[in-house]
């Protein structure tokens, strides 16, 4: 083994001696998971993080994650920080949920569009399977505060809220989409975003976080013609700023827009899922609006 100078290395030892136990694998605290298979027959594997102690009164908050498999430890790992410190943060201990699949990589890039783009009734599937299945197997592990749910998701996972949002604006309290991809089949999204609009408003009014990284629309001398042209087609942040614009001004939604300035479209996922802990859980407790 040689060092970086050209010295001669050691080789690295296990330094497991009599007072020192040899190295096991290292866990998540208070996470397990699970593999359950959809009415439509595909096998999902779930990733659900219970804080330990009783429940509250009214139940856990708890916040779903999509592509779960690349979003689960960085959320529990933000939400269990900042549950610790109620009085700095105002989050209360929540459970957190990761939807994924049965596989070790981050993204199952196929499997993924076909649950989350709304197209051919994939992304409504995907929610009936949300509600209908990984709902109540959250639901038998802990006592759950049906006021307090969250999904979120990331790029086609962002795209796949705002879906949620404008189609089914009851099955969860808030949504958080960071840097959709509004961009898809010619923002066809804006067609159900219109028919949200116009639909009359509920008692209690729904709430949305979208996020986006500084860098996710920036050119500059190294960037190619091609990825050029794609950032040019994308318009992820002003996509992401107009569409905020137009659902503020509706009064459907309770919206915030957060821009993480300096981050591209997968440095920003930390970022986005510490504010979306924060947004979901942070003085919603008992939370009453306004019709």
Known sequence: MVSHNGMEAAPFRNTAGPELPSAVPATLAQARQQDIVADHGEIYRLLI?????????AGFPVIY????????????????????????TGVDPAIIVGIGYPIDAPFDGARRQGDLLPDEGGADRFLDFIEEGVKPAVAAL???????????????????????LFTRPEQFRSYVAGSPSIWWNDRAIEISEASFVARRRDAALPRLLITAGGSEQTRDARTSPE???RLHMARMLDNAHEMALRLASSHRVAVEHVIFDGENHISVIPAMLARAVSFAIAGTAGRETAA
């Open 142 to 164: 802990a006592a759950i505060d049906p006021n307090r749910q969250a999904l979120v998701g990331h790029s086609f996972g962002g795209l796949f809220a705002l879906h949620a």
């Open 65 to 88: 994650l999509v592509d779960g498999n690349a979003l689960f430890a960085t959320a529990v790992e933000t939400a269990q920080l900042q549950g610790r410190r109620q009085d700095v």
């Open 49 to 57: 993080a219970v804080p330990p102690g009783p429940a509250p009164a």
């Open 227 to 229: 990825r050029a042209q």
